[in-house]
């Protein structure tokens, strides 16, 4: 962290961080509890349409505001970053507004056309674009996405070499960035697995990361505070 940090970026790192990871575990949560059937198991958008549950798209209404807090996230490190790891920073900023275009159209989809349409009786015209629908364009553009996350975790990690705290927190970004990156090749090629893999990163690791960079900023604070700053 940078000698000229203040309180109010400080502040908002903090909760901004916390926040991202309470949302993480509310999204995995939601895709779990959901009733989208793994590949293999569509049988076409007719049945779906007669047994899916609204839970189905509580994940897309939290990933909404989910890769918005993760923009501001971003944002923080690349401004509490300095020296050499700026480039990591802004290389995480850039990857991750992409992700985050992507996540969102997606997720805004579902809420605002597949949803609709299913309660309508369309259907088949929504069919294409359900992230249910293990073949639909819109879930290889989503997995992708969180490839393109992946690569903004990594970014972000490199930023975070400190020894102690920010170190642990620096190698966690990191590993959820390989996570996430395994996600596209795995879509690919056996795309019964995705979920299996980026569960515990989205549910456990990638939170327990935030929740570090969190800690990081309150620390920090902390020290500003006594030094007077």
Known sequence: ??????????RLGFWSALLYAFLLVAFAIAL??????????????????????PVDFVASAI??????????VLAGVQH??????????LLAVVLGA?????????????????WPGLARGAAAAVEALTLANPYSPVQ???????????????????????PGLQRLAGWLWM??????L????????????????AGPSWALLLPLAAVLLAAIYRRAARVRGESGG
């Open 1 to 10: 962290m940078r000698e000229t940090d203040s309180h109010p970026t400080l």
């Open 63 to 72: 990933g909404l505001p989910l890769v918005l807090v993760f923009l501001v």
């Open 182 to 197: 395994a996600l596209v090749p795995l879509w690919v090629l056996r795309r019964d697995l995705v979920l299996y893999v």
């Open 98 to 114: 992409i992700h985050a275009a992507l996540v969102s159209g997606a997720c805004f989809l579902q809420l605002g056309v597949v």
């Open 175 to 180: 590993l959820n960035g390989l996570v996430n």
């Open 140 to 162: 290889a553009l989503f997995y992708f996405a969180w490839g393109l996350g992946g690569l903004a975790f990594l970014c972000a990690g490199l930023c975070l070499r400190e």
């Open 32 to 53: 779990i509890g959901g009733t989208v059937p793994p590949a293999g198991g569509w049988v076409g958008i007719a049945a779906y349409a007669r047994y899916h549950s």
């Open 80 to 89: 509490h970053s300095d020296g050499p790891s700026k480039v990591w920073s």
